[in-house]
């Protein structure tokens, strides 16, 4: 497993590995790459894409987009206005504090939470 922590606004030099990635409290892109990994967003309106593999994906404080990928996922969206697409694969999508939205592929199974979230019901995948 390698441990990644870029510079605040860049993107993270995601490999073929296992990965854990810290984005920082700047308006960060981080992607996971083929491994199994691990994406903390924390402060800031980050993008952040889970790519192949069982991903973990935590947004953290700002208004997050982010992205699981191919496989069995874990996103979830903790503070603020996060939008969540699970893509293809079982995947698990928390949106929780604020207006968060969660979109899924129409054939993939999904389980969400919701509080204020919403579930927009076009197809998208």
């Known amino acids: 497993m390698r441990l990644f922590q870029p510079v605040e606004g860049t993107q993270s030099p ?3 590995a296992a990965d854990v990635i810290y984005a920082g409290e700047g308006n960060d892109h981080a992607w996971g790459g083929l491994g ?3 994406i903390f967003g924390e402060g800031g ?3 952040l894409y889970g790519d192949e593999g069982h991903d973990i994906v935590m947004g953290g404080a700002g ?3 982010m992205l699981g990928g191919a496989d069995n996922d874990h996103l979830e969206g903790e503070a603020d ?4 697409y699970g893509e293809l694969g079982d995947d698990t999508l928390l949106g929780g504090a604020g207006a968060d939205t969660v979109c899924a592929t ?3 199974r999904r389980r969400w939470v919701a509080a204020n979230d919403s579930m927009p019901l ?3 995948g």
Request: hydrophobic share 45%; net charge negative; aromatic share 10%.
């Open 14 to 16: 995601a490999s073929g």
């Open 36 to 38: 199994n990994d691990i």
């Open 45 to 47: 309106a980050d993008k």
């Open 63 to 65: 208004n997050d987009l």
């Open 81 to 84: 206005d996060d939008r969540l």
């Open 106 to 108: 129409l054939f993939a």
């Open 122 to 124: 076009a197809a998208y």
